[in-house]
């Protein structure tokens, strides 16, 4: 028997904010949400390690024109960490390097957490994708060979102790882009003198958007085709840090062609164009007042439909 054809894919555009299980790579998630949505084009935003889970918005359509702009936003994480344990990777995925008892108090841990709130600079990783001469930093890893890394500057906005037991906290992190959370755990850890690693991890914001509008890949396979088109936001969710330009009519239509044109708005380096309330796509703004198109929606429109994911 033959087995039954693939309905051919269709053209799906939003963001679907996804509640990643853990153990699947980003990637993985990515193409399962593809398949259920039968998209014609699709990516995401950032990747979570297999072993994090939490917050990964997936781009559909005309959305993946904007994916980039999460790059570059503040984030926020639920860690546990797991004391007096190192591994050579800094989480739980990692071969064990060395075990020592652990005698702390509470107010030693919130000191030493306190440590590391503000401007601090981490060393990143040998296990992660930075790039070295074309090849990322985990195939040097993963051969046995140890490469210099340059300390990078970062930035903790907030961190606070959720809780404490003999040989595990929980943290909660606000950070700026380039943060690895591994190597605060591990950090905290040498500043206690016991070691630890990075247990547990679960992403609950990026910028604007969060984790409580998220859903997991077992509940959109349960809701039907139109119930998934309903869970997605418009493209411009992931730029409503921007400010907006609203254009009349035929400024709106010379724009959606590639045309600049004159703005006397609000200012701003980088803009998010409207015109007759449907989204345009990312201007610039350039000094002597013109918008100027830089990346632009196709005119067939969105499938997202006003999900709050922008709240």
């Given amino acids: 028997m033959n087995a039954p054809r693939r309905p051919p894919s269709r053209v799906v555009d939003g963001v679907l904010l996804l509640d990643k299980a853990p153990g699947i790579t980003s990637n993985g998630a990515l193409q399962s949400a593809r398949r259920l949505y039968n998209a014609q084009k699709a990516g995401h935003t950032g990747t979570l390690d297999p072993l994090a889970t939490g917050l990964l918005p997936l781009c559909f359509g005309e959305a993946t024109k904007f994916a980039g702009e999460l790059l570059e936003a503040d984030k926020s994480y639920d860690a546990v960490v797991r004391l007096g344990v190192t591994t050579d990777t800094a989480d739980a995925e990692g071969q064990v390097l060395e075990t020592r008892p652990v005698a702390v108090t509470r107010g030693q841990v919130e000191a030493a957490v306190q440590r590391f709130s503000g ?53 909660s992190v ?12 591990e950090d905290v850890g040498r500043v206690l003198g016991c070691g630890a690693h990075l247990a547990g991890l679960r992403r609950t914001r990026i910028g604007r958007l969060s984790l409580d509008h998220a859903i997991t890949l077992a509940e959109l396979t349960a809701l039907t085709l139109a119930e998934r088109d309903a869970r997605l936001a418009p493209a ?12 009349g009519e035929l ?7 590639g045309q600049p044109v004159r703005w006397s708005g609000p200012a701003g380096g ?36 006003g999900l709050a994911g922008s709240a």
Avoid at 174 to 185: F, H, N, P, Q, V
Avoid at 237 to 247: H, I, R, V
Avoid at 275 to 288: I, N
């Fill in 119 to 171: 401007e601090i600079m981490q060393v990143p990783p040998m296990h992660s994708a930075l790039k070295r001469d074309g090849k990322p930093l985990y195939e040097y890893a993963r051969a046995g060979i140890e490469i210099d890394r340059q300390p990078r500057r970062v930035t903790i906005h907030a961190i606070r102790l959720l809780g404490f037991d003999a040989e595990t906290l929980s943290l």
């Fill in 174 to 185: 606000d950070c700026s882009k380039g943060t690895y959370i591994r190597t605060l755990a």
């Fill in 236 to 247: 411009d969710s992931l730029l409503m840090d921007l400010p907006a330009a609203e254009l």
């Fill in 251 to 257: 400024d709106a239509t010379r724009l959606a062609h």
């Fill in 270 to 305: 980088r803009l998010r164009a409207y015109g007759g309330g449907r989204f345009l796509g990312l201007c610039l703004l350039t000094p002597d007042g013109y918008l100027t198109p830089r990346r632009l929606v196709a005119e067939h429109g969105e499938t997202g439909g």
